[in-house]
């Protein structure tokens, strides 16, 4: 089974609002990641977890938080966003050893985020 | 640096064509992954294949076949006969190589947008 879900599936904020966006595999793989994804753009990585640590930010700003409470649950916490940050945001995990790269990525179907 | 290229920003074909969407990258390093990902207009991506610098073979799963030519640095994909549901956003990707910290960040190219009509 390589399905990762991820919830909700559509989002609308206001810019004082604070959501959490949610993701969860089954696979046992010990990788997961946050992509973020404008309109006729490749994603962009934003976060890496490898075993439930924080292993890369993409100098993304503090008004994303990041939290991996296990292997299966990857979450991403969200406060006072601007309209800039409305996009497709990617949940994506993968076997994770030293060589993370090596592996591919199984993403989930996104959350679609409007911040208004 | 490391780069994808995918010159083809769209492509529109008519069902039961064959169509090839074109991949160049650049890399200085022996070792390395690269991808291919189909986007359909539900947003999700899904794998299609990953090869490993040092495997030049060709492969075909079905009606899709890779061409992986090092000398060119291309990887190319070819749909043949294509279908209606084929229709998709196709991106195809580089993993830096192992043991160098690598994050696990795929490097992208921009995106070959298909359209297969009826």
């Known amino acids: 089974d390589t399905e990762v879900t991820q919830t909700p599936k559509h989002l609308v904020m206001g810019m004082t609002n604070k959501k959490s966006l949610k993701c969860e595999q089954h696979?046992?793989?010990?990788?997961m990641y946050w992509y973020k994804q404008k309109a006729k753009k490749p994603p962009e990585l934003m976060f890496v977890y490898s075993y439930e640590k924080l292993s890369i930010n993409e100098s993304v700003p503090s008004r994303f938080s990041p939290e991996c409470p296990n292997s299966s649950l990857l979450n991403l916490h969200l406060h006072a966003l601007q309209p800039e940050d409305s996009a497709l945001y990617l949940c994506a995990s993968s076997q994770g050893t030293i060589s993370l790269g090596a592996y591919e990525q199984y993403f989930g179907p996104g959350t679609r985020l409007t911040v208004t | 640096a490391q780069k994808v290229t995918q010159a083809q920003t769209e492509i529109s074909v008519v069902e039961k064509e064959d169509v090839t969407l074109d991949c160049v990258y650049e890399?200085?390093?022996?070792?390395?992954?690269l991808f291919w990902y189909k986007q359909p207009p539900s947003g999700e991506l899904v794998f299609l294949i990953r090869r490993n610098s040092f495997d030049e073979q060709n492969e075909i799963s079905g009606r899709y076949s890779w061409n992986f030519q090092k000398s060119t640095s291309s990887f190319n994909f070819t749909i043949t006969a294509s279908q209606v549901v084929d229709s998709a956003v196709y991106f195809c990707a580089l993993s830096p190589p192992l043991g160098s910290g690598n994050t696990g960040k795929l490097i992208f190219g921009q995106g070959t947008t298909l359209q297969v009509k009826p």
């Open positions: 696979m046992g793989h010990r990788a």
């Open positions: 890399t200085r390093d022996t070792t390395y992954y």
